[in-house]
């Protein structure tokens, strides 16, 4: 794998530096939904087409990014919302992960995608550094990191590390993810030890590849902060690979659920809160915003009694 | 799960119609890469932006099914090489799912999704009925049927299942891949048999609460062509799941490595076969669709053999 490896600075330390910078792990979830879209953002576009849906899921998310870019080191969108609006929905998604980045938030794409040899390159490149045809040199998400779902086995993870490894983005690879029925084959147990330790185990290998000057990697996990024992069990596994975790807020997750995701210095992890902060309003809520900023705000307070205490 | 039941003609039975009609079990995936395209094609759009290279996928894809339609029963468009060329690729996506089903053609949206609860759900209904927001109803992918990928649990697989149910859509689970790579964690053995006999049993549980007329219901599995052992096993572990078997041809997979996973009168599967079909020519060949056409014919010849032997 040594010719993965690039000069562009390691994913790994990019985040590092963002969460130093900001002073916090919290990572801004943006999952619009319609049902919960502020009023005025409604009217303004109206649900005539899909076209005006997805262009009401895009003012929402760039006045939250607006908001929360002074106070957050990551965002990360939902592709699955944009994705309902076809392809009027992946031109807001696109220009979402564009205004995040002009405001120098990194940014997660979270799409789950997993596939085989050229069918995983194409989605690789697609979410990293872009398509390469001929002259042609275009990016197409341009997110710094991608959620994978390692099932389909090392050599279908090898083409995402490799297109992220090319210009210093990085993966995250779901381990154990935040639903409740998450156990059923993740918690199975295959030569003494559950299903997800084995996964861990394989993203400990990818992520030891190529670590940072922080000390972690730059292929992650996905564990959700809802199962809070595992949590702790995948880091004993992964002492050096950045977790993502999701099921903070909305979900149940607690900011004692998630502590035991970060080392000491209070790096290792990022923790998601989706609709506890794009959603923490009544539709007809005309200060919308300064809830966002408020709950943005205090889920950054509960985390930071976490990671110090 | 009675509730999912509704009055839409079974996906399983539709399957079964169209395989029973066109006399064979070949699927033809459409997965355009820039490189194996006619250069006719490639002249005539360009690789200037991804805009054009989405109009040149869409050129060979529709000319594809124009010569497929009157020959199989069902095309498997890759979202990943649509996805690759951005919102314009999406835009040739679902154009190519419609053409394919005013030709009518069964499609196969190739996407492996994968997520839980909501998002789970705006996944599928953007693959299947489409979006129902306030007055709006609107198809996005339109997909006879998606594939998913059931790492997360049975929680995140049955919002799909109930979107799916809404209107006689089918999904396929991926069970055994057809990578090189795939028994890394597929092959673990848990509680005494592989990790993938469990993801079928799974499967085999929600399969049998809608089983249609011909006696296979809707919730069918992806199995690999190259592994002919595992296919022979989920076959005895799924006697009436639909199996859709990838790998046939290009990768290595051949009608005789198939044959286990038909049942004696000749249902129960589809064959995938993209690069043997799509990209039979040199890039110069003028003839191309006609080389489209008797590869396409070759190849459920080959199948046919199988199938009846």
Redesign the interface.
Known sequence: MSAFLLNADNFADRLAAAVRAKGTALCVGL?P??EQLPAEIKARHG????AT?ARAFEELSLRVLEIVAPLVPVVKP?S??F??????G??AL?RVLQHAKQLGLLTILDS?????????E??A??AFGG?C????R?P??DADALTV????????IEPFIKSARRDGRGLFV?VR??????????D????GKP?FH??AS?VGDWNRENLGKCGFGDVGAVVGATHPAELAAVRQLLPEAWFLVPGFGAQGGTAADVAAAFRPDGLGAIVNSSRGITACFSPNEPHWEAAVEAATKTAITQLSRTTTG
Not at 112 to 120: E, M, Y
Not at 150 to 156: P, Q
């Open positions: 999952d939904r319609w649900s005539t087409t899909l849906v939902q699955a919302f994705e309902m609006c076809g392809p009027a992946l031109l696109q789950k995608r997993n596939d085989i040899a050229s069918t995983a194409a989605y490149d697609a398509v045809i001929e002259q042609l275009q197409v998400w779902n390692a099932y389909l086995g090392r050599d279908a779901l993810t935040s639903n409740p029925g998450a156990g059923q084959f993740q199975l147990v295959c030569d299903l084995h996964v394989a």
